[in-house]
Every structure is written in structure tokens, then in C-alpha cells.
């Protein structure tokens, strides 16, 4: 692999692993980024002979789809913060308040981070009196955390923000237009994840 090229991956590798575990990296350095990265790809364009194999930024879904995610990530950090939350905060009640009973596991599934960042947000969770957890596990579960009222109260807040950056984000399309791309997404996840389909919306707000 040709340096540029592992610059390039490098580069995708760290705006990857800042939206995963919900780093907050400023908007000036995320934008340096993202130019560097498409510097390297104009480079590799021009120097290499096998131009054909090499990802044109321009014309990538998977490049699209990452650079829209990270907006979006962005976009609802921003309201989110005033409340105190994060994504991965907002996401945690969300599915709580939508799959009741998920063990911490399926919590972390469903929220895109790891088991360990999942029991750690309980833990601050519970701590601050938005969820509550029994003192002995169910059976085939492991500790199911529950919203308590406060919970839900800081969840409806949440959710007029996110709803908010949504409508911003879908206002240019029409109704059918949102169909289709909500399909066309569902596809890629089935071919990349080899399911029939998801079906299911993590959260109100589009991840």
C-alpha cells in the first residue's frame, strides 16, 4: 500500500473512531480533516496507475454517508449539549423508552458503543435519577435499567431537539423522496450486515 494510501486510511480511521465513541472533536479540525483526506485522494488519483481501484471521494456513497453521518452527529451534539446530553446519552434513553427491558448489551448494540461505555452512562444515569435498575437480575437478563420519571421528562426535551435537527436535515426532500432514501439505506444495511432488513429505527431521529 502506497504511504498516501495509508494516510488516507488513517485519516478516515480517526473521524471514524470519533463519532463512535462520541469525541468531540472541534468543527475547524474535523473540516482539516475531511480536506486532507480528499487532498490525498486527488493525490492518489494522479500517481497511481491503477486510478480505478482508488475511492473517488466525489462519487462515493460510503464517503457521502460518512461525511452525512458526521453532520448529523454534529448537528445534534449541538442541541443536545445545552441539555447536558450526548448522542450516545439521548440514544441510551431513546431506546429505553421505545424496547423496554433491553439488557446493557442490547443498550450498547443499539447505541453504537461498547458493552463498557454502556455500563459506565448507566451507572451516571442512574446516579442523576433518569433510570433505575433492580438490585437483583431478572431472569435472562442482566440488571434491565428502566426511566424513571425524571427520565422521561429529560427524554421528551431531548427529543424536540433531535426532531428539530431532523426536519432541518430532511426539509429539501419530499415525502417520496425520504421513502426512497429510507430504503435505498435499509438496503446497504441488509447487504452489508446480511439481513433481510432492519426495519427498526434505533431512535425518532435518523443515526
Same mark, same amino acid.
Not at 40 to 49: E, V
Not at 96 to 110: F, K, T, V
Not at 155 to 161: G, H, I, N, Q
Given at each position: *500500500? ?19 465513541? $462520541?469525541?468531540?472533536? &472541534? ?10 483526506? +480528499? %487532498?490525498? =485522494?486527488?493525490?492518489? #488519483?494522479?500517481?497511481?496507475? *491503477?486510478? %480505478? ?8 456513497? $460510503?464517503?457521502?454517508? +460518512? ?5 448529523? @452527529? !454534529? ?16 440514544? #441510551? ?14 443498550? /450498547? @448494540?443499539?447505541? !453504537?458503543?461498547?458493552? %463498557?461505555? *454502556? ?9 442523576? &435519577? ?32 433531535? @426532531?428539530?435537527?431532523?426536519? +432541518?436535515?430532511? @426539509? ?11 430504503? /435505498?439505506?435499509?438496503? *446497504?444495511? /441488509?447487504?452489508? =450486515? $446480511?439481513?433481510?432488513?432492519?426495519? %427498526?429505527? =434505533?431512535?425518532? /431521529?435518523?443515526?
Amino acid at each position: *500500500m502506497h504511504e498516501a494510501e495509508l494516510l488516507l486510511v488513517e485519516r478516515l480511521r480517526r473521524i471514524e473512531v470519533a463519532d463512535l465513541q $462520541g469525541d468531540e472533536i &472541534g468543527t475547524g479540525d474535523r473540516h482539516a480533516l475531511l480536506l486532507n483526506v +480528499k %487532498q490525498l =485522494t486527488t493525490t492518489l #488519483c494522479q500517481t497511481s496507475d *491503477m486510478s %480505478q481501484d482508488v475511492i473517488d471521494l466525489e462519487t462515493s456513497l $460510503g464517503y457521502l454517508l +460518512k461525511e452525512a453521518s458526521s453532520a448529523l @452527529r !454534529f448537528a445534534m451534539e449541538a442541541v443536545l449539549r445545552p441539555l447536558g446530553m450526548t448522542v450516545t446519552h439521548y440514544s #441510551c434513553l431513546e431506546l429505553l423508552a421505545q424496547r423496554p427491558g433491553l439488557s446493557n448489551s442490547e443498550l /450498547a @448494540r443499539g447505541a !453504537f458503543v461498547t458493552r %463498557q461505555s *454502556m455500563n459506565v452512562l448507566l451507572q451516571s444515569l442512574e446516579q442523576d &435519577g433518569s433510570v433505575t435498575r433492580p438490585v437483583e437480575a431478572r431472569v435472562g437478563r442482566v440488571l434491565p435499567a428502566e426511566l424513571t420519571a425524571l427520565g422521561r421528562q429529560r427524554l421528551d426535551e431531548a427529543s424536540t431537539a433531535v @426532531r428539530s435537527v431532523e426536519a +432541518k436535515m430532511l @426539509r429539501a426532500m419530499t415525502p417520496q423522496e425520504q421513502d426512497v432514501a429510507r430504503s /435505498a439505506l435499509r438496503s *446497504m444495511v /441488509a447487504s452489508l =450486515t $446480511g439481513s433481510a432488513g432492519t426495519g %427498526q429505527e =434505533t431512535t425518532r /431521529a435518523a443515526h
